[in-house]
């Protein structure tokens, strides 16, 4: 389990684990558990500019980054209320938000299958074939 997101449970917990009735409306604690998820997003897909690769590439690499999070952010929310809804009236915020971030790991999963392009293709298995390209840290899981 990666640091930020042992954050986001440690927080979550604070917040309340007794969720309110689901009303089709956001909570404040839907609010902010939305915000921890969205902050657990953010340190998947950050990338230091002092990472030894090529600028160009750590440029695409920070559009595509910032492209999904644009993506995705909305998507927090609404993700949430389904999961309370899925879970029932009594579900806590906490399993709401464990539901959904382990949607979000399926969902950059599944965007690994898409191929983007034959260039992005080829820029995956040159970066594949390089030493220790497995031994990466968990903070940047995306890429």
Partial sequence: MSRAFIAVLLTLSMIGAVA???NGSATADEDAAAALLLSYLQSVFELPDELSVDSSLLSAAKTVAKDHLQRMKPMLKTWLREERNLLGPSVSIMDASYNVRNRIINE???G???SVSASHDQAWLIAMQQPASCQGTAKY???
Wanted: aromatic residues 24%; glycine residues 0%.
């Fill in 20 to 22: 309110a009735p689901v």
């Fill in 108 to 110: 950059l999963a599944l």
């Fill in 112 to 114: 690994r299958f898409e």
């Fill in 141 to 143: 899981s995306y890429f």
